[in-house]
T-cell receptor, first 114, second 114 residues
Framework: GAGVSQSPSNKVTEKGKDVELRCDPI?????LYWYRQSLGQGLEFLIY????????KSGLPSDRFSAERTGGSVSTLTIQRTQQEDSAVYLC????????????FGPGTRLTVL | AQSVTQLDSQVPVFEEAPVELRCNYS??????LFWYVQYPNQGLQLLLK??????LVKGINGFEAEFNKSQTSFHLRKPSVHISDTAEYFC????????????FGSGTRLSIRP
């Protein structure tokens, strides 16, 4: 079956602009996660959606970052007023239920802020 | 605060040699433990996980890991590596007390020499 898909695969933007990154999870997966992978660093957890519950936003690095998940499926991560330090690969993952279930990762969106 | 340390950022190994990738964590509570692998130009995928039960966990592609509570370690091993094992490996933990937060290590790049 189809895996997790993300779009765009690459995004180049100018400092100060807003960007939207999209994630389509595996059908039937109730949990969805966003991570950031910066060059030479591990994965940084950003936000977690579980079903219709309010998301766990504890990992968002600043109030410029926000995410929503519509209809329990597609999710959008928005970064407002982008900064150069936002440049990274943004990964989305989904799992059947919660964190202890196997997470299936998408290919990522590489964001470059000039 | 919990943290995950992968002691080696890079591990070069000859083909068919054994390998151990080290992972230590710091946590005042019990944790769930994971190893993820990222092959070149591919998304992350789960290698294995420890939730409970036997401390020796077997995963895909001949990898295994052993949970050592007293040493707070979860080292990954393979008795004989192949060129196809070239990838980046990430250790991760989820504290029991916060099953909505996952902490990743910074990764170990495994390179296999023929």
């Amino acid at each position: 079956g189809a895996g997790v898909s993300q779009s765009p695969s690459n995004k180049v933007t100018e400092k100060g602009k807003d960007v939207e990154l999209r994630c389509d999870p595996i059908s039937g997966h109730t949990a969805l996660y966003w991570y950031r992978q910066s060059l030479g660093q591990g994965l940084e957890f950003l936000i977690y959606f579980q079903g219709n519950s309010a998301p766990d936003k504890s990992g968002l690095p600043s109030d410029r970052f926000s995410a929503e998940r519509t209809g329990g499926s597609v999710s959008t991560l928005t970064i407002q007023r982008t900064q150069q330090e936002d440049s990274a690969v943004y990964l989305c993952a989904s799992s059947l239920d919660g964190f202890t279930d196997t997470q299936y990762f998408g290919p990522g969106t590489r964001l470059t802020v000039l | 605060a919990q943290s995950v340390t992968q002691l080696d950022s890079q591990v070069p190994v000859f083909e068919e040699a054994p390998v151990e990738l080290r992972c230590n964590y710091s946590s005042s509570v019990s944790v769930y433990l994971f190893w993820y692998v990222q092959y070149p130009n591919q998304g992350l995928q789960l290698l294995l996980k420890y939730l409970s039960g036997s401390t020796l966990v077997k995963g895909i592609n001949g990898f295994e890991a052993e949970f050592n509570k007293s040493q707070t370690s979860f080292h990954l091993r393979k008795p004989s590596v192949h060129i196809s094992d070239t990838a980046e490996y990430f250790c991760a933990v989820i504290p029991y007390s916060s099953a909505s937060k996952i902490i990743f290590g910074s990764g170990t790049r495994l390179s296999i020499r023929p």
